[in-house]
């Protein structure tokens, strides 16, 4: 069994070219706002690692990125590849490369309306030269006829190597592919002038907690509830988990729904790596999983969802295909 290396950083340069109910929800709180490798060989394994952590590359040379391949666990992986094909598309370009008009082009080439690039917000820069690497795709959302994938990327641009982060790419089903219909970007907010002592112990706890650039960002906006910030404390003693999305990048309902998700209001959190296995790898252990579950459970999470339905009072544990790549961990204050 092979397993995801936290230190195995990829050599990047500007190379990439390109159902049932999303995250639950306590139904208790009405109104909710928000701005939004695997160990197996079917993808490539890129290090995620904490931002500001490596050195900066320097402004003539990009790192080389690899396209993102889906799990053979995949369920549906043809709509998850066709949103991170565009998402490559839109946050690659060459020198000279940046802008709106020029992202429509790439869109189009790709063979996606030139009009999505209008809402790609943050991924297009201003940088004369960039390289997107998707760190994980994971849905939000998976129905018959639409699904919401979210897209976690991390972006490299001249003298930059901490850019990035997740979209919201909304699909419906369509042959002989599926349509993208909107992005939504994530929206983290500006970092918080003072943060609890449970964010900064996360920031801090790069060897066991790993963030992607807009969770990051989240949690340096000091607008995730300790009650999460804690649990990933109480889980890292015992794993080390790679977080896809927190608050920023999700959507905003649980998906099909109009029950408000806990994510945006800063309440849960969903880990796709679990001590160097992904979750979705057919490879990595269940015991590995289901204990990771019963984990979440003990460390205060009221609603805890996954690939594995696990006996439970009430709604603690749950299951559907949108859960079957992550670990969901809500709380409900």
């Not at 950083?9 to 695997?38: E, F, N, Q, Y």
């Not at 599926?178 to 983290?188: F, G, R």
């Not at 988990?241 to 029950?259: D, E, Q």
């Not at 594995?308 to 295909?321: E, I, V």
């Amino acid at each position: 069994m092979t397993s995801i290396s936290r230190r195995g950083v990829l050599a990047l340069g500007a190379g990439v070219v390109a159902g049932v109910a999303g995250c639950t929800s306590s139904a208790r709180h009405p109104t909710a706002t928000a701005s939004s490798p695997p160990s197996s060989s079917a993808r490539p394994s890129p290090t995620l690692t904490h931002p500001g952590t490596r050195p900066s590359p320097s402004a003539s040379a990009l790192h080389v990125t690899a396209p993102w391949r889906p799990s053979p666990n995949d369920i549906q992986p043809e709509v998850k590849l066709r949103a991170v094909r565009l998402i490559e598309a839109l946050g690659t370009w060459p020198l000279g490369g940046q802008g709106v008009d020029a992202a429509r082009k790439r869109a189009a080439a790709a063979g996606y309306d030139p009009a999505l690039a209008d809402q790609a917000g943050g991924l297009l820069t201003g940088a004369p030269q960039a390289a997107v690497q998707v760190l994980e795709a994971q849905y939000g959302g998976i129905l018959s006829d639409s699904a919401s994938v979210l897209v976690v990327c991390r972006q490299y641009t001249p003298g930059n190597d901490t850019g990035g982060t997740t979209v919201d790419v909304r699909l419906s089903a369509a042959k002989p592919v599926w349509n993208v219909t909107a992005l939504h970007p994530a929206v983290p907010g500006p970092p918080a002038s003072s943060l609890s002592g449970a964010a900064r112990a996360v920031l801090a706890d790069v060897e066991a907690i790993t963030l992607p650039p807009a969770a990051h960002a989240d949690v340096l906006s000091g607008n995730v509830h300790d009650s999460a910030l804690n649990a990933m404390l109480t889980l890292a003693r015992s794993h080390r988990i790679m977080l896809s999305v927190v608050r920023s990048g999700h959507p905003i309902y649980v998906f099909g729904t109009n029950r408000p998700s806990d994510h945006p209001m800063g309440r849960a959190f969903d880990v796709w790596t679990i001590d160097g296995h992904a979750v979705i790898d057919p490879a990595t252990p269940r015991s590995l999983v289901e204990s990771f579950m019963r984990a979440a459970a003990a460390a205060g999470s009221y609603n805890v969802g996954g690939p594995y339905l696990l006996p439970g009072a009430g709604n603690q544990f749950f299951s559907d295909d949108t859960h079957h790549d992550h670990v969901h961990v809500g709380f409900d204050f």
